[in-house]
Each structure stands twice: as structure tokens, then as C-alpha cells.
């Protein structure tokens, strides 16, 4: 609908200067009337920008109107402008993303030593035995403990 009241707006805009430029002796009544009436299209025209945002009820319609005041002579900021007045009102959906913390690595409890069997105990006291760090008879106690 917007894109009707643009053509509209622009072609009773230059319908109208185009009727103003024959001199006033050449035009009827309602030639001067059309004539006349660029001072009321022209400026409908510049500022439909600011309209449309009113009609759709624009939360950021201040932006939108000094924008379509102060550029609005420029094409680009008539249009800047326009797009400023049919941005999106409704609010956008914002997806929170949590980071979750890193898991703390926590390493298990020692599994207490399973018990050595009664060969390798004697293996090993065999071992200090040889290396001269046990005696005989420290030898022969620590066996003795072992086999009971």
C-alpha cells in the first residue's frame, strides 16, 4: 500500500508543478487549483517518511522524523528514512547462550594397592636378600611372617 501512496503522492506532485510552470493567463480555474495544490502535494510527499512511521506507531519515531526533516531532501535519506519507519516493531527474540564452566578434572581416589601376592613378596625379599640388605635371619623372620 505504501508503494500506491508513493506513486500517488509523486505523480500529483509533478502533475501539479508541471501545471504550474504555463503562465497563469494560459490555465483555467482548476489548472490554478492543481497549480496551487504542489504546495500542499510536495510536501506530503517529503514527508511520508514521517507518516508512515506515525501510522504505524514507531517506538523510534523521533529518529525517523529528524532523519526525514534534516536529509530528507536527499534521495538517500528519504529513503533512509522510509526504511527507518517500517523497521520491524516487534521485539527481537534474544537467545541467551551460557557458557557452562569447563568440568575441573578431579582425579579419583587411589585405589589402595591390591595386595601383592605371596610369591612376588618373597621374590623381593629374595632380591634384598641377595643385594646384602637383609640379613639371614631377617630373611627368615620376614618369610616366616609371609607363610603364617
Known sequence: MVFVRIALLAFLTFYSFS???IPPAGLNGFGKLVAGLFFVFAPALYLLPTY???KRQQ???TPTVLVNIFLGWTLIGW????VMAYKSTEPQKV???YNEP???YTP????PASKPSIADELSKLADLKQQGLLTEEEFNQQKAR???
Do not use: D, F, K, S
Open 19 to 21: 501545471m504550474g510552470q
Open 52 to 54: 508512515e512511521a506515525w
Open 59 to 61: 517506538p523510534n519515531m
Open 79 to 82: 529513503v533512509a528514512a522510509m
Open 95 to 97: 537467545e541467551l547462550v
Open 102 to 104: 569447563a568440568p575441573t
Open 108 to 111: 579419583a581416589p587411589a585405589q
Open 146 to 148: 609371609l607363610l603364617a
